[in-house]
């Protein structure tokens, strides 16, 4: 499946108009009884975003769409394309709206605030307006440039980077859903164990247990070394030139082993978590988009290796983990008729 991107499209009046003209977007008006919104059409970068009203440039839509390209961009180097077909994006008024069609449009489609599906070469976001939107476009956005550019990407890589740039904050989307207790400390699943999620052929599979570990993966590899980030950045490479996952070494095989155990994945998230509690210290502040150095982590290792580590860490984050897919998003990878989130 192949997905493309465009800039979203604002409409109408001579300020709306002017705005757009600022911003490189293009608007128009068009009017339609369709069940999807189509008054407003805002093209902005691959982006080809369908509205009920015009869109501010500073609104939602424009800053997660715009947001998750850039910052997608940067990780991995490179610009994507905008003389594609466009990446259909549409916001429903309100859930009531959006409910209502996924009953008529896709009534075997188990609910969630937004999803992706990937349609030959036609890519299709479908959310609504309410006080996640920033979050389930960027979502659901990223998944959309990722199949843009590499349709075989496996399961829990596609997963996990939407995991990881759904939030527009730095340190990158350390919220306390993410930073939850770990099957590793609860003892109620699997450890973080890479090689089992290489082995998911679809996000069907996924817990959400199984969405926290790719986020985790994810971070873990862009983060913790120089080493690991040019692994997994040469593997999205390798995925896009030879469009298949079974003809190229996963990233388990491409990062030393002594690299990928459970006490060092878990002592990251450890790292991670004393973070996230120390916002204001500005030297326990490091961009998830840059490698930690070795001896950042040497120093941080030397102080968390006691034993009581993973009771105090139960203690303060008690959530529950208990399978299901990943709350508000579907978990379906998208394939060439079905969604994914």
Not at 215 to 241: F, M, N, Q
Not at 322 to 338: A, E, I
Request: aromatic share 6%; with cysteine.
């Amino acid at each position: 499946m192949r997905v493309r991107i465009v800039r979203l499209v604002f409409a109408s009046s001579g300020i709306i108009a002017a705005i757009a003209a600022a911003q490189g977007c293009a608007t128009t008006n068009s009017a339609s009884s369709s069940l999807l919104p189509t008054a407003y059409q805002t093209r902005v970068g691959p982006y080809l975003a369908h509205t009920t009203k015009p869109l501010e440039a500073d609104s939602a839509e424009i800053v997660a769409l715009t947001g998750v390209e850039d910052e997608l961009g940067a990780i991995l180097a490179e610009k994507f394309p905008t003389d594609a077909q466009p990446i259909e994006v549409y916001v429903l008024k309100d859930k009531e709206s959006y409910e209502h069609y996924l009953r008529y449009h896709h009534p075997d489609l188990p609910y969630r605030r937004a999803f992706f599906v990937g349609e030959g070469e036609r890519g299709v976001i479908y959310t609504f307006s309410g006080e996640n939107l920033g979050v389930d476009l960027r979502h659901e956005a990223t998944h959309a440039l990722l199949h843009a550019r590499t349709p075989a990407i496996p399961a829990w890589l596609d997963e996990g980077l939407a995991e990881y740039l759904e939030s527009p904050d730095s340190p990158r989307s350390e919220t306390p859903e993410h930073l939850a207790p770990m099957p590793a400390e609860t003892m109620q699943g699997n450890p973080p164990d890479l090689a089992r999620l290489e082995r998911m052929a679809d996000s069907r599979e996924m817990t959400k247990n199984d969405y926290q570990e790719a986020w985790l993966w994810v971070h873990y590899l862009l983060g913790s070394s120089d080493a690991s980030r040019s692994a997994l950045l040469g593997y999205l490479k390798d995925l896009e030139s030879k469009r298949s996952v079974g003809q190229i070494p996963p990233i388990s095989s491409r990062v030393p082993k002594e690299s990928l155990t459970i006490e060092k994945v878990m002592l990251y998230m450890g790292t991670l978590r004393e973070r996230a509690s120390r916002p204001s210290d500005s030297a326990a502040q490091v961009s998830g988009t840059k490698a930690v150095s070795g001896s950042t982590a040497r120093s941080v290792k030397s102080e968390r290796t006691d034993a009581s580590l993973w009771d105090r860490i139960q203690t303060a984050l008690s959530l529950d983990r208990r399978g299901g897919s990943k709350d508000g998003r579907t978990s379906v990878k998208p394939t060439s008729s079905s969604p994914g989130g």
